[in-house]
């Protein structure tokens, strides 16, 4: 397996432009995690999925930040309108719950707002 | 939640020494204790792990301790390398619920 696919790697956009951030998870686990990094605030947990279905998404910081995972093999996250302050590296990570509890994470987007 | 405190932020120590990373949660039910290791430009990745009912665990030059009573637990590297420096982080969680990171710790060997 390729393991968790970002994409895309870095996005260079303009505040007010709408961003979306692409995951494909590993073949077969049935979590998938969405997570931000920044300097100041480390890694952030946004949205978690269950078999597809949003668990938690206590940690989107506002409604500019929605999630979807439409089937078990594609998640997007998408920020619209984006802000200067949403730059940041974004993550996506996966994991087969039951069995060993490892989350597999992707390269990452960074992302930058001007 | 979860809150995860994690020690120092950054850690310099001379090649062959030993280095040591602490971390503290707060939720009792967390039960699973992975560390992950980050390169520049990289992703996480997952390095040594321990689950609640195992107080260390070791794999070569790194160990893991957990101290359940006190929250707390700490990740060990021995003889250190130039390729160990990397940002370090500590996770606390368990099934489905996802894992609470502290913020990492810079690990600097020095020749």
């Known amino acids: 397996d390729a393991g968790v696919i970002q994409s895309p790697r870095h996005e260079v956009t303009e505040m007010g432009q709408e961003v979306t951030l692409r995951c494909k998870p590993i073949s077969g686990h049935n979590s998938l995690f969405w997570y931000r990094q920044t300097m100041m605030r480390g890694l952030e947990l946004l949205i978690y999925f269950n078999n597809n279905v949003p668990i938690d998404d206590s940690g989107m910081p506002e409604d500019r930040f929605s999630a979807k995972m439409p089937n078990a093999s594609f998640s997007t996250l998408k920020i619209q309108p984006s802000e200067p302050r949403d730059s940041a590296v974004y993550f996506c990570?996966?994991?087969?719950?039951?069995?060993?509890?490892?989350?597999?994470f992707g390269q990452g987007t960074r992302l930058t707002v001007v | 939640g979860e809150n995860v405190e994690q020690h120092p932020s950054t850690l310099s120590v001379q090649e062959g020494d030993s280095a040591v990373i602490k971390c503290t949660y707060s939720?009792?039910?967390?039960?699973?204790f992975p560390w992950y290791k980050q390169e520049l430009g990289k992703g996480p990745q997952l390095i040594i792990d321990i689950r609640s009912n195992v107080g260390e665990k070791k794999d070569q030059r790194i160990a893991v301790t957990l101290n359940k009573t006190a929250k707390h637990f700490s990740l060990h590297i021995t003889e250190t390398q130039p390729e160990d420096s990397a940002v370090y982080f500590c996770?606390?969680?368990?099934?489905?619920?996802?894992?609470?990171f502290g913020k990492g710790t810079h690990l600097i060997i020095q020749p």
């Open positions: 990570a996966s994991m087969l719950t039951g069995g060993r509890t490892e989350a597999f």
């Open positions: 996770a606390a969680g368990g099934g489905a619920d996802g894992l609470t």
């Open positions: 939720d009792s039910a967390s039960n699973y």
